[in-house]
């Protein structure tokens, strides 16, 4: 198996010790956009999770093991796909990244006295889980794919030796994922990391775009109607409105200011272009060719 590029970088220790929430995420979303140009490399991102959310021993726990099986079972479920088949957005990128994002997340709530080692170890597992044996359909009943997925999860967390309470919550935490989110599906911390993590990569300002676009093709490959529409600057704003208040470890990650930073770039486009409001500065860069329309939001994001 290949190596992702780059290493690991400080990012909870840049949030918490060094008090930067701005250069915290910004080597986060350096460290995952080098990732990108490489392999996936899931079961070395499982590892690095569990260090960074419970510490060196976390590997040899049962919650630990079962992340890196979970991670194994996901390796080995995208690679079953025929070359180029694999889904466009919820590919082994995601999933390595939604399970970077909650050792980072988990790591920094517990830095915070919010988890302990346990809990964040879960947290882990179940970002390991939450998206297994997904293959890119559309369409069902709401939650389908999520308790499939949580089901394949607890089969795993069993033989890894989790217990009941412990495979209970990573299941209610894989189950709070389901989109679209309801607010009484994430009862607690946990549940409200993993839409974090889940969401974490797609929030950052140079692959939030990108990833959207990924996704419009898978669900274009699915047969949704209209799937080109979630890559749209409207659908991004959207999308930035629709997160809600950030946990104590979002916060200190900076996920929350990257937030508002680009929310004030529409603002600030909207002023440039004499639009009423931030929607309307979408639309009329919706209706730009994509190259101009990029370079005059990434000027405002400068700005701002």
């Not at 499982?46 to 890196?68: I, Q, S, V």
């Amino acid at each position: 198996m290949g190596t992702p590029a780059g290493s690991a970088p400080r990012v909870i220790g840049l949030a918490i010790d060094e008090g930067s929430p701005s250069r915290a995420l910004a080597a986060a979303e350096a460290f995952l956009l080098a990732r990108r140009a490489g392999d996936p490399a899931v079961e070395a991102a499982a590892r690095e999770a569990l260090h960074d959310a419970a510490g060196p021993d976390a590997a040899m726990t049962p919650e630990g093991r079962a992340a890196l099986a979970l991670a194994g079972m996901v390796e080995r479920h995208g690679t079953s796909f025929a070359p180029g088949r694999e889904p466009a957005y919820h590919d082994r990128h995601h999933q390595a990244e939604a399970i970077l994002a909650m050792g980072w997340l988990a790591g920094a709530a517990r830095r915070l006295g919010l988890l302990d080692a346990r809990g964040a170890a879960r947290a882990v597992a179940a970002m390991a889980g939450h998206d297994l044996l997904h293959d890119g359909s559309v369409g069902g009943a709401r939650g389908q794919l999520e308790r499939r997925s949580a089901a394949a999860t607890d089969e795993v967390a069993a033989s890894c030796g989790v217990d009941v309470h412990g495979r209970t919550e990573i299941g209610r935490i894989i189950l709070g994922t389901t989109w679209p989110w309801e607010e009484a599906e994430a009862p607690d911390l946990a549940c409200r990391l993993a839409r974090e993590a889940d969401l974490f990569a797609s929030t950052l300002p140079a692959l939030g775009i990108p990833l959207a676009r990924r996704l419009a093709r898978e669900l274009a490959a699915a047969g949704q109607p209209d799937a080109a529409a979630v890559a749209s600057h409207a659908a991004r704003i959207a999308l930035l409105r629709t997160l809600p208040p950030p946990t104590d470890a979002a916060h200190a990650l900076g996920l929350d200011a990257a937030r508002d930073t680009q929310l004030a770039a529409y603002a600030a486009v909207a002023k440039r272009l004499g639009a009423s409001s931030a929607e309307a500065a979408a639309a009329a860069l919706d209706a730009m060719d994509e190259a101009d329309a990029a370079a005059l939001l990434a000027h405002a994001e400068r700005s701002e």
